[in-house]
């Protein structure tokens, strides 16, 4: 998890290769629930949070994680909040088109087969 974060934190800087990381926080609990959040000198921000709910078999299992991100672009910044599951990926934003709508219509994996 902690290689995601880093991998992350890598592409968001190579945007601007002058930015340095001025605040990380993380962590993981007993239970498999992490935070994690940073702050970098161009004014990108981010933060996660997230638990694991293991498997019947190794490997298998699920996160549900959440969390946000922003940067500034143009003078504007724009912020996404996210949901990630067994459903897949949810960005929000202003800036975003609404798919929420194509959801309902969709279904699951599951109603397709």
Excluded at 47 to 53: H, N
Excluded at 62 to 85: K, L, P, Q
């Amino acid at each position: 998890m902690k290689a995601i974060i880093f991998l992350c934190l890598v592409a968001l800087s190579a945007a601007d290769q002058n930015a340095r990381i001025v605040n990380y926080q993380s962590g993981i609990e007993e239970d498999g629930s992490y935070a994690a959040q940073f702050e970098t000198t161009n004014g990108i921000k981010a933060q996660e949070d997230g638990i694991s709910y293991p498997g019947n078999v190794p490997e298998a299992g699920n996160y549900v994680r959440s969390g946000s991100y922003s940067y500034e672009w143009e003078g504007v910044t724009y912020t996404v909040t996210w949901t990630a599951d067994e459903n897949g990926f949810h960005p929000e934003g202003d800036h975003l088109p609404d798919f929420s709508h194509t959801r309902e219509h969709i279904g699951g994996v599951e109603d397709h087969l």
